[in-house]
């Protein structure tokens, strides 16, 4: 029996999350973070975003923003906390909270974006 | 994983110097490393700011209101601050090592590595584009 790794799938899913972040979030974060709030840009009406929110392309594309960054968040920081901070006793909990995290903030996302649908 | 073991006398492991726990101090390399590490923090919290936004649209026009209003106050305005620029060096970092995790070949050629990483920032600066116009644009 070949014993299956489960580390190349986690691999793929952090990789996957970091080109999706990269790509999304700095646009994302400056007008939600700063644009709007500080009133650089108006900030989109309520009807707008619940239009864009509910058109299951986007929801599809905000979904896996959300859940991809959430596995690339739980591999960044479970390697961190290993090889960084040395904390290697803890590595099983440490896993197991991060990916656990990660899938349980993907069902939130989920949820939330399908009510929308 | 395996940290029980002890079958030998002489354990490889036991011949290993000791790494400082703040080993990551030492040289602005090594800083940079963890920095890069470390922004995956604001990537997780910004995860957690865009759930927020959902289920204030899926509440309302009220609750949305209140979301912006929370928005512009200054401890989000600060963490929001220093997420752009964690978050845009994540970016830049992500995808500089693009060509190095993302061998392509066409017509049995390898893309030369300058071609990956235009594509990329290429990529970037179209979806920036197309986020920017869903949500400002007329």
Known sequence: ?117 | MGDGHVDAAYHPRWLRPHVSTYWWLQKPSYLVFILREASCMFVAWFVLYLLWLIRAVAGGAPAYRQFLDWSATPWVLLLNAVTVVFVAFHAVTFFQAAPQAMVLHVGGRRVPTHLVLAGHYAAWVAASAVVCWLLTGA
Request: aromatic content about 12%; some cysteine.
């Open chain 1, 1 to 117: 029996m070949i014993k299956r790794h489960p580390e190349p799938l986690l691999w793929m899913l952090f990789s996957a999350g970091g080109v999706v972040s990269g790509m999304l979030m700095p646009v994302l974060v400056l007008l939600f973070g700063l644009a709007f709030p500080l009133g650089w840009l108006n900030a989109p009406s309520h009807e707008r975003l619940r239009a864009l929110l509910g058109n299951p392309v986007i929801a599809i594309v905000v979904f896996s923003l959300c859940a991809l960054s959430l596995f690339h968040w739980a591999h960044r920081f479970r390697h961190t906390l290993y090889d960084g901070l040395q904390i290697k006793h803890l590595n099983e909990v440490i896993a197991v909270v991060s990916y656990g995290t990660a899938l349980g903030g993907s069902a939130v996302a989920a949820y939330l974006l399908w009510r929308l649908l």
